[in-house]
């Protein structure tokens, strides 16, 4: 599935690659400021992943897993590590502190006895005392030098090592053994409330210990590791990371003999899961319609074959099926197949394909992270707090959360927060700071902007006393000159026979976008549906048309009612380039952009889309600042006070000039909100920590520079005889659970056949 949004994980590495938020679905059978307390309504929507115990998991057998590619680099505190490098280190590298079914961080027993703050002055010390049977796969024990290196590695004291984020390290002052290495005392020069997202994953010293063996040595490979797995190769050429059982693992004993990631774009899972090459794949809502579709159709009641191998899916079903999925009628499809023995063939390639998919179920839950619009706050209109919280109460939130999660069922509640999730600890709904939608105030707060209806028709010396065209022309009386010229124009332009310049205006500006991937909407010509014109242009004039359908010769062209309404100021219209992706994965975004733009258009606002390629998306658009609007997705944290400060901080001018906004790609940002950031890291009550973010959130909500619109659905392909996987929602996967209920053949499938 193709995302954009900027993935956290584990490492919480700096995020400086976004993913492309999942859109709109579309499948068939699938207030004011906040108090004090969690919010009564916040419910984490649950896992979907077949649980069961693992007495009826078999022991045995292999698991093909997609992946969107081979991570470039296995080392999860590198910029290029990605959401394949999280997943895979998952399940190799120790995790201290995984997060849970709610988003919270919980102690690990597999690695841990305990871990708790064992001083506060004079200062924050943390006391971890490990699981006495952890072991590294090479046997040494997992121990104090490996804190100690871990630490020094990504303190970001030493500039040799190619680090992605130092957060929490930096405010380390001295790492110390207790009574022995199993013991490791974390003495703090600062408070640090997230410690708990310090150490995880874990790497061993023998990664963590050098420049060279951080920045280079575990990319491709890690020879020592210390989870359920183990990792056996990697295979960039053949698109494979194989993981195999780790002899040495003293937790509870991995039910598969082997896990195999396999690098498969998003474009082709049907083909593969069909084909029986991988077993689990994230999906869009194409390959989630195929699925429904098989199980639909699949003897009828999704039930196995009556007789033997193909008999649940007759002719006539397959044919029916294979229309719906091709957007024809069954009629047609029929006349088709009878017309041609092509389309009798496509019916019998799609019948397999069915029969295999109908194997498969559709796991779907919300994923941890949520779409927002993003409004570039640097320099134009949206520069403007005014206009960016007028966009903001101009959005029916609540109608594109509808849109994007009630086809499946799911909750679509828009997100109030920032800085958590609904089921998250403290996660209360801040967006009243805001305001609810009110398109009367969003227009009020535009007029008091100075961007007015008609606005863009007028110029600058068109603008109420005081201006500076009037300071600059004392004693001229600009308005009257300009009718004067006006009518001498029309004059000229009647006698002559030709379009009044204003209406030319018009289309000439209509024009401008409507280049390949990039058109104008607000801006249509006049007698085009959106204008709500006649159709009739001063060209189609004839004699003997209607009595009073035309104004005498001479006269100048009243401006379209669509122009008339379209908001502008000194002469220049309110118009905003909005980004989108163009490529095949990102249908279900561009619907929910063209939602947005139909919001803002109804107000006024015209607005510019532009589509791009889905790889420059973000680097070359939202990073670079190169957009008004845009949309991506955020993760979720169980750190909002570490993870939310760079998203949301204020950008510093560099000595060149620019801007450094670190992951702040909207701009905006204030001191107030980087004090509340500041004081809730320091803060080592819990609860105080959470209403200080609150009040962050509020403020950000407020700065209109990220509107949260919903949290994004989660939908996973599972061969339906696997257990404990799936749909995950904000947990860490338990590996050593995963497996099938019935035994499958040990090693990779021959031939792409389990």
């Known amino acids: 599935?193709?995302?954009?949004?900027?993935?956290?994980?584990?490492?919480?590495?700096?995020?400086?690659?976004?993913?492309?938020?999942?859109?709109?679905?579309?499948?068939?059978?699938?207030?004011?400021?906040?108090?004090?307390?969690?919010?009564?309504?916040?419910?984490?929507?649950?896992?979907?992943?077949?649980?069961?115990?693992?007495?009826?998991?078999?022991?045995?057998?292999?698991?093909?897993?997609?992946?969107?590619?081979?991570?470039?680099?296995?080392?999860?505190?590198?910029?290029?590590?990605?959401?394949?490098?999280?997943?895979?280190?998952?399940?190799?590298?120790?995790?201290?502190?995984?997060?849970?079914?709610?988003?919270?961080?919980?102690?690990?027993?597999?690695?841990?006895?305990?871990?708790?703050?064992?001083?506060?002055?004079?200062?924050?010390?943390?006391?971890?005392?490990?699981?006495?049977?952890?072991?590294?796969?090479?046997?040494?024990?997992?121990?104090?030098?490996?804190?100690?290196?871990?630490?020094?590695?990504?303190?970001?004291?030493?500039?040799?090592?190619?680090?992605?984020?130092?957060?929490?390290?930096?405010?380390?002052?001295?790492?110390?053994?207790?009574?022995?290495?199993?013991?490791?005392?974390?003495?703090?020069?600062?408070?640090?409330?997230?410690?708990?997202?310090?150490?995880?994953?874990?790497?061993?010293?023998?990664?963590?210990?050098?420049?060279?063996?951080?920045?280079?040595?575990?990319?491709?490979?890690?020879?020592?590791?210390?989870?359920?797995?183990?990792?056996?190769?990697?295979?960039?050429?053949?698109?494979?990371?194989?993981?195999?059982?780790n002899p040495r693992w003293w937790g509870d004993e991995a039910r598969l003999d082997s896990l195999v990631f396999r690098a498969v774009e998003p474009g082709k899972r049907t083909d593969v899961l069909a084909e029986g090459t991988v077993d689990v794949a994230d999906i869009d809502p194409a390959t989630a319609n195929s699925i429904a579709l098989?199980?639909?159709?699949?003897?009828?009641?999704?039930?196995?074959?009556?007789?033997?191998?193909?008999?649940?899916?007759?002719?006539?079903?397959?044919?029916?099926?294979?229309?719906?999925?091709?957007?024809?009628?069954?009629?047609?499809?029929?006349?088709?197949?009878?017309?041609?023995?092509?389309?009798?063939?496509?019916?019998?390639?799609?019948?397999?394909?069915?029969?295999?998919?109908?194997?498969?179920?559709?796991?779907?839950?919300?994923?941890?992270?949520?779409?927002?619009?993003?409004?570039?706050?640097?320099?134009?209109?949206?520069?403007?707090?005014?206009?960016?919280?007028?966009?903001?109460?101009?959005?029916?939130?609540?109608?594109?959360?509808?849109?994007?999660?009630?086809?499946?069922?799911?909750?679509?509640?828009?997100?109030?927060?920032?800085?958590?999730?609904?089921?998250?600890?403290?996660?209360?709904?801040?967006?009243?700071?805001?305001?609810?939608?009110?398109?009367?105030?969003?227009?009020?707060?535009?007029?008091?902007?100075?961007?007015?209806?008609?606005?863009?028709?007028?110029?600058?010396?068109?603008?109420?006393?005081?201006?500076?065209?009037?300071?600059?022309?004392?004693?001229?009386?600009?308005?009257?000159?300009?009718?004067?010229?006006?009518?001498?124009?029309d004059e000229k332009a009647g006698k002559a026979g030709k379009k009044d310049e204003k209406a030319e205006d018009t289309e000439k500006d209509d024009k401008a976008s409507r280049e390949e991937g990039e058109y104008t909407v607000g801006d249509d010509k006049p007698g085009s549906r959106s204008s709500g014109g006649s159709g009739v242009t001063a060209q189609d004039k004839q004699p003997g048309g209607v009595a009073g359908a035309y104004a005498p010769v001479g006269t100048a062209a009243p401006a379209p009612a669509a122009v008339k309404s379209r908001l502008g100021k000194d002469g220049k219209p309110l118009s905003l380039r909005f980004v989108l992706p163009s490529g095949p994965g990102s249908q279900s975004l561009r619907t929910v952009g063209e939602k947005i733009v139909a919001m803002l258009d109804s107000i006024g606002i015209s607005t510019q889309v532009t589509k791009v390629a889905d790889d420059s998306y973000f680097k070359d658009h939202i990073a670079s600042g190169d957009y008004d609007l845009a949309l991506y997705s955020w993760p979720a944290t169980a750190y909002p006070a570490t993870d939310g400060r760079p998203i949301f901080a204020k950008p510093e001018p560099a000595t060149d000039g620019s801007l450094l906004v670190a992951q702040n790609y909207t701009r905006v940002g204030s001191d107030h909100i980087d004090q509340l950031f500041d004081r809730a890291v320091a803060e080592l009550d819990a609860d105080a920590s959470r209403d200080l973010l609150k009040q962050a959130d509020a403020r950000i909500w407020a700065a209109a520079g990220s509107i949260p619109l919903y949290q994004r659905p989660q939908l996973v392909a599972v061969d339906k005889k696997l257990a404990n996987i799936g749909a995950f929602g904000f947990a860490a996967p338990r590996y050593q659970d995963i497996g099938f209920t019935a035994r499958q053949a040990a090693g990779p499938p021959a031939n792409g056949k389990k």
């Not at 030493?158 to 992605?164: C, E, G, K, L, P």
């Not at 839950?365 to 134009?380: C, D, K, M, R």
């Not at 029916?396 to 800085?419: C, M, T």
């Not at 201006?467 to 124009?489: F, T, V």
């Open 294 to 489: 098989a199980a639909r159709y699949r003897g009828g009641n999704g039930g196995p074959p009556a007789h033997g191998p193909g008999a649940g899916i007759t002719p006539a079903a397959a044919l029916r099926s294979w229309a719906l999925a091709h957007g024809s009628d069954e009629e047609a499809a029929e006349t088709a197949r009878a017309a041609r023995e092509e389309t009798r063939e496509a019916v019998a390639v799609y019948a397999a394909e069915q029969k295999s998919l109908s194997g498969f179920a559709v796991r779907k839950s919300l994923e941890p992270s949520y779409t927002q619009l993003a409004l570039n706050g640097e320099s134009g209109p949206l520069s403007d707090d005014r206009v960016r919280r007028a966009i903001a109460r101009t959005l029916d939130r609540q109608e594109l959360a509808d849109a994007v999660l009630k086809p499946l069922g799911l909750p679509a509640k828009p997100p109030g927060s920032h800085l958590a999730l609904a089921g998250q600890p403290g996660y209360k709904d801040g967006s009243g700071a805001l305001g609810e939608r009110d398109t009367k105030e969003a227009q009020a707060l535009l007029a008091d902007a100075g961007w007015t209806p008609g606005g863009a028709l007028r110029s600058t010396r068109d603008t109420k006393a005081g201006s500076e065209a009037e300071k600059k022309d004392e004693g001229e009386k600009p308005a009257a000159g300009e009718k004067a010229a006006d009518e001498d124009k």
């Open 1 to 245: 599935m193709s995302h954009v949004g900027v993935p956290r994980g584990t490492a919480r590495k700096r995020r400086s690659v976004a993913l492309l938020a999942t859109g709109v679905l579309t499948i068939p059978v699938l207030a004011g400021c906040t108090s004090d307390g969690e919010d009564p309504t916040s419910v984490a929507v649950p896992q979907d992943i077949a649980p069961a115990s693992r007495d009826r998991v078999a022991d045995g057998s292999t698991l093909n897993w997609a992946i969107d590619a081979v991570p470039s680099t296995l080392n999860a505190f590198q910029a290029d590590a990605d959401g394949a490098t999280t997943r895979i280190t998952g399940a190799l590298l120790p995790s201290l502190f995984p997060m849970d079914a709610k988003g919270e961080p919980r102690l690990n027993p597999d690695y841990l006895e305990s871990a708790k703050v064992i001083e506060r002055e004079p200062k924050q010390v943390v006391l971890y005392k490990l699981n006495q049977q952890a072991v590294w796969s090479d046997g040494r024990e997992i121990g104090a030098p490996d804190f100690v290196a871990q630490w020094r590695a990504l303190s970001g004291k030493d500039s040799a090592f190619w680090t992605a984020r130092n957060a929490g390290y930096e405010r380390i002052e001295k790492i110390e053994r207790g009574k022995d290495d199993l013991q490791v005392r974390v003495t703090f020069s600062k408070p640090y409330a997230d410690w708990r997202s310090l150490f995880s994953p874990l790497y061993p010293k023998e990664v963590t210990g050098s420049p060279g063996t951080f920045n280079d040595g575990a990319r491709t490979t890690l020879r020592n590791t210390a989870g359920p797995f183990r990792l056996r190769s990697v295979n960039k050429p053949k698109g494979t990371v194989v993981l195999d059982r």
